[in-house]
């Protein structure tokens, strides 16, 4: 499944399938970008992060891809599991002592 | 053993009171944040200390006013509460705001006014 959204979006994808989110960053200046997950009642908790020089990386059932030509981030997450339900959210900063903004999440919803 | 751990977790009080977030992390951290999420989910950062330093201050009514007595206490005291400052409100911490900037954040203060 893959998700667009300019607001709290839902993807909602079956166990087992892979689940793509996909976030539009706005500061071309942005040199670092991270993905959190936020489950229920929880703080945001860090996942992967990429650094501009970078295209792609990837963590343990996970993949982060960037394209800093349409600024576009997207996170790929393999044979997703119910545990996988929450909360993702993009964000950029750009260097020094710059905020880390983030971006609208999306509620990623996995069916058993 | 909490990282980043705020209190109290939940906070329903009158408008126009005065109330306050305490915040502690023991993870050795120089920077710590206070952070806004609405009814939306959206997260939008409000102060950031550096060593005990205010560096960030986003455009926050003054009512809302940070403390960091040392590099590892973030408070967050807010006088005259009013409705629309219910939310949740994140503290969070990172090594250094410059060189490593991966955030860990504590389970949140909701906070309802009434």
């Known amino acids: 499944g893959e998700n667009v959204g300019l607001h709290l979006p839902t993807l909602s994808v079956q166990e087992g399938d892979n689940s793509i989110i996909n976030c539009a960053y706005s500061?071309?200046?942005?040199?670092?970008f991270i993905w959190y997950k936020q489950e229920s009642g929880k703080g945001p908790q860090f996942i992967i992060d990429?650094?501009?020089?970078?295209d792609k990386r990837q963590g343990q059932r996970v993949t982060v891809l960037l394209n800093k030509t349409v600024k576009h981030l997207s996170l790929q997450i393999a044979a997703t599991q119910p545990g996988d339900s929450a909360v993702y959210f993009c964000?950029?900063?750009?260097?020094?002592?710059?905020?880390?903004?983030f971006g609208i999440g999306t509620k990623l919803q996995v069916i058993p | 053993d909490t990282a980043v751990s705020q209190t109290p977790k939940y906070l329903v009080t009158q408008m126009g009171n005065d109330k306050s977030i305490k915040c502690e992390q023991n993870?050795?951290?120089?920077?710590m944040y206070w952070y806004k999420q609405d009814s939306k989910k959206f997260l939008k950062i409000m102060f950031s200390?550096?060593?005990?330093?205010?560096?960030i201050n986003e455009t926050v009514p003054n009512r809302f006013s940070p403390k960091s007595p040392d590099k590892a206490h973030l408070n967050l005291h807010i006088n005259s509460l009013e409705l629309g400052d219910s939310a949740v409100y994140f503290c969070?911490?990172?090594?250094?705001?410059?060189?490593?900037?991966?955030?860990?954040f504590g389970s949140g203060t909701q906070l309802s006014v009434l």
């Open positions: 969070a911490s990172s090594l250094d705001s410059s060189l490593n900037e991966k955030l860990f």
């Open positions: 500061n071309s200046a942005s040199d670092y």
């Open positions: 200390y550096n060593n005990k330093e205010l560096i």
């Open positions: 993870l050795g951290h120089d920077t």
């Open positions: 990429i650094r501009s020089n970078m």
């Open positions: 964000a950029e900063k750009a260097g020094g002592y710059q905020k880390v903004t």
